[in-house]
């Protein structure tokens, strides 16, 4: 089975600090996401990686960097968090271009 | 512009009813349609990938049907670990094509 792991279920933070949001699968897959989920938007691209330290900007990339210095670890960071980043982060993987994507468990992060 | 929409927002069934639910779609050249399951504060469980009009998948108690402008998901004689969120989402051919976008959602609860 696919498994896609994030470092965190629950994170809470103050406003201005720098946050890190671990990901890691173990299914070699080439491609990794990273999704927020807000109630009445759906889910909504942040950024994704097609290949180790290769990204491309999704629909929200603002206030968000990435890094993918490995292949199976995907890293979401939030420069300056604001209390409107408040949200469930879900990162996923898949392994070619047209194939499903496979989701962690989500981290809920609080901005406080 | 590309869109994915879900109805009804939520349903409420007995357990036993049947019923459907639809994803209907606008997007420029489909390079699939996928369902997800939502436990509420988890990530998204895949269920099925269609790829073409005609096409049909059965998993257990689901049934998720393709036409060229929406999807079902058939639902036979629900029990209450059936209660979830289910989630539609479509790739397109070009442009980012990984890219999934996702519509918001059907919230199911079955009751016994």
């Known amino acids: 089975d696919v498994k896609v792991t994030q470092s965190s279920r629950y994170l809470v933070k103050r406003t201005g600090e720098k946050v890190f949001l671990e990901c890691v699968q173990d299914m070699d897959h080439e491609n990794m996401f990273w999704y927020r989920q807000d109630p009445g938007l759906g889910l909504r691209l942040i950024y994704f990686?097609?290949?180790?330290?290769?990204?491309e900007k999704g629909d929200i990339p603002e206030g968000y960097s990435v890094s993918r210095e490995k292949k199976e670890r995907f890293s979401l960071i939030l420069e300056s968090a604001s209390t409107n980043q408040t949200s469930m982060y879900l990162c996923a993987s898949n392994l070619g271009q047209y194939t499903e994507a496979f989701f962690g468990q989500g981290t809920r992060l609080t901005v406080v | 512009e590309d869109q994915v929409t879900q109805s009804p927002e939520a349903l409420r069934l007995q357990e036993g009813e049947s019923s459907s639910l639809n994803c209907s779609y606008t997007?420029?050249?489909?390079?699939?349609l996928f369902w997800y399951r939502q436990d509420p504060g988890k990530g998204p469980e895949f269920l099925f990938t269609?790829?073409?009009a005609g096409e049909e998948k059965e998993k257990e108690r689901l049934k998720a049907t393709l036409t060229k402008k929406e999807s079902f998901l058939h639902i036979t004689a629900p029990k209450p670990e059936d209660s979830a969120t289910y989630l539609c989402?479509?790739?397109?051919?070009?442009?980012?094509?990984?890219?999934?976008?996702f519509g918001t959602g059907t919230l199911l609860a079955v009751q016994p």
């Open positions: 997007v420029s050249g489909l390079r699939g």
């Open positions: 269609l790829y073409s």
């Open positions: 989402a479509v790739r397109r051919y070009g442009g980012a094509t990984n890219k999934l976008i």
């Open positions: 990686s097609y290949d180790v330290k290769m990204k």
